[in-house]
Nanobody, 117 residues
Framework: EVELVESGGGLVQTGGSLRLSCLASGLTFDDEVNIAWFRQAPGRDREAISHISGRDGSTWSADSVKGRFTISSDKAKNTAYLQMTNLKPEDTAVYYC?????????WGRGTQVTVSS
């Protein structure tokens, strides 16, 4: 059974930083697995904010987080990360890890990030 477990969320002040982690079990973060971070704020749709390719490590970030958030992965630890800096109140949301290969897409249960003004 595949399980993704996010951690690292919490309450932080505007301008602060957090690093989210996504640890996978039952799934190897190899060249065939692409990883993404999504977030969902209250009353809003879930949105993709960052993505990393398993094959070549290329990344993409949404305009709303570009220059502030950095996605990375450590295949040896089977863990993905989202380094978040200069956090803003509008970053408040539940953050989800997503891993996908040609066969399936998997979701974690999410971790809450709250940014106080």
């Amino acid at each position: 059974e595949v399980e993704l477990v996010e951690s690292g969320g919490g309450l932080v002040q505007t301008g602060g930083s957090l690093r989210l982690s996504c640890l996978a079990s039952g799934l190897t973060f190899d060249d065939e697995v692409n990883i993404a971070w999504f977030r969902q704020a209250p009353g809003r749709d879930r949105e993709a904010i960052s993505h990393i390719s398993g094959r070549d490590g290329s990344t993409w970030s949404a305009d709303s987080v570009k220059g502030r958030f950095t996605i990375s992965s450590d295949k040896a630890k089977n863990t993905a990360y989202l380094q978040m800096t200069n956090l803003k109140p509008e970053d408040t949301a539940v953050y989800y890890c997503n891993a996908a290969n040609v066969a399936s897409r998997y979701w974690g249960r999410g971790t809450q990030v709250t940014v106080s003004s």
